[in-house]
Structures are given as structure tokens and as C-alpha cells.
């Protein structure tokens, strides 16, 4: 039985379960500039009052490795004109207590 690597900061999605929508997306680059710094997980984007796309994400340092999420993750707002990005990090909502 093949084990997964518990740390490699993703895992590629077997063959067999890419599904034709899958196959049709296209990659246009990452949305934070920052992504060799963080994981980053759960992201949820609001059209905003301003015209701006507002992005919300859970992050944590890539050296707290994939299991630091529950001891050092935090919610970072990061704005752009589109919803595809690239955004850009403004502030942090929300500071984790650590664990």
C-alpha cells in the first residue's frame, strides 16, 4: 500500500479521480505572491462595497509544516481588482492563540 508524504505542503490528485472539469481548468498562477512563506487553505473571496474582491484565507507558515495549522494558523484578508487575483495581503482578521 502506498503512503502519502504527511508533510509535503500538498498531495497531487490521482489520476483516476480527476474528473473532466478538473481536466478543463487552467492554472493562471498563484493568487498571494507569498505562497513560498505559507500554506494556504479555505479560501473565501466577498465582492466588497468598494468594487474590490476581498479574499479570506487560513494560513500558517510553511516551516510549522502541514500540521502547524493547529497551533500557528491565522486569517489573512488580501484585496485585488479581480476574482482570479493576483491579491494582495493587507492585514491579518484573525491571530490564532496556538495550541
Not at 490521482?14 to 505562497?35: A, C, M, Q, R, V
Not at 505559507?38 to 502541514?66: N, Q
Amino acid at each position: 500500500m502506498k503512503t502519502l508524504d504527511p508533510n509535503p505542503g500538498y498531495q497531487p490528485i490521482p489520476d483516476n479521480l480527476k474528473s473532466d472539469f478538473f481536466n478543463s481548468l487552467e492554472y493562471i498562477g498563484d493568487l498571494f505572491d507569498e505562497t513560498d512563506k505559507w500554506h494556504i487553505w479555505c479560501t473565501s473571496p466577498i465582492d466588497g462595497p468598494d468594487g474590490k474582491v476581498h479574499l479570506f484565507a487560513s494560513r500558517w507558515p510553511l516551516e510549522a509544516g502541514h500540521q502547524g495549522w493547529g497551533v500557528c494558523c491565522e486569517i489573512a484578508h488580501a484585496v485585488s481588482d479581480r476574482p482570479e487575483g493576483p491579491f494582495q495581503f493587507t492585514d491579518v482578521v484573525f491571530q490564532g492563540k496556538g495550541g
